[in-house]
């Protein structure tokens, strides 16, 4: 058995993306952390997330599974990054749940090109910075590929969560 993740310390930032980062700096966009988490749960089970989810079955987040998800958030288990453009409207963020040496991704949406990328470099620079050397990404996509996702053997995987 295998995890696809992404370590926090070889995410790839293409020579495009360092452009789209630039617009952090130029205040163009801006990032926050779990300051909306429900507008991005929101968002992510959305389907105008930008994601086809029709054919993702189980993928879909009901209202149970976010009532859970606020409660983990409120408890200080749940996190998620916020995108924002420069009239400070959201438009991209992802969330998930921090045990251990891991985060847990569990979904992300993108209203605008490369939002949910910025958060997503964002967050494992972030991590990386507090000793968080793992980004369980859950699904192999391209998308996640492109970003230095791979599998690992999953005993590797429970040691890196572990801190062992």
Same mark, same amino acid.
């Given at each position: 058995?295998?995890?696809?993740?992404?370590?926090?310390?070889?995410?790839?930032?293409?020579?495009?993306?360092?452009?789209?980062?630039?617009?952090?700096?130029?205040?163009?966009?801006?990032?926050?952390?779990?300051?909306?988490?429900?507008?991005?749960?929101?968002?992510?089970?959305? %389907? &105008?997330?930008?994601?086809?989810?029709? #054919?993702?079955?189980?993928?879909? +987040?009901?209202?149970?599974? @976010?009532?859970?998800?606020?409660?983990?958030?409120?408890?200080?288990?749940?996190?998620?990054?916020?995108?924002?453009?420069?009239?400070?409207?959201l438009i991209g963020g992802l969330y998930g749940l921090t045990l251990g040496y891991g985060f847990?991704? %569990? &979904?992300?949406?993108?209203?605008?090109? #490369?939002?949910?990328?910025?958060? +997503?470099?964002?967050?494992? @620079?972030?991590?990386?910075?507090?000793?968080?050397?793992?980004?369980?990404?859950q699904l192999e996509t391209p998308h996640l590929r492109s970003m230095g996702g791979r599998f690992?053997?999953?005993?590797?995987?429970?040691?890196?969560?572990?801190?062992?």
């Amino acid at each position: 058995m295998q995890r696809f993740v992404i370590f926090t310390n070889e995410i790839h930032i293409s020579h495009s993306m360092r452009q789209e980062l630039k617009k952090l700096v130029s205040g163009e966009i801006s990032v926050t952390y779990s300051t909306a988490f429900e507008p991005v749960i929101e968002a992510c089970s959305s %389907e &105008s997330c930008g994601t086809d989810r029709e #054919n993702l079955e189980g993928a879909w +987040l009901g209202e149970d599974m @976010k009532k859970a998800y606020i409660e983990m958030f409120k408890q200080g288990y749940a996190a998620s990054v916020e995108v924002w453009d420069k009239d400070l409207h959201l438009i991209g963020g992802l969330y998930g749940l921090t045990l251990g040496y891991g985060f847990f991704g %569990e &979904s992300m949406f993108s209203l605008k090109p #490369n939002a949910s990328k910025i958060a +997503l470099i964002v967050l494992a @620079k972030y991590l990386e910075s507090r000793g968080i050397t793992l980004i369980d990404c859950q699904l192999e996509t391209p998308h996640l590929r492109s970003m230095g996702g791979r599998f690992i053997p999953y005993d590797e995987y429970l040691k890196i969560i572990r801190g062992e």
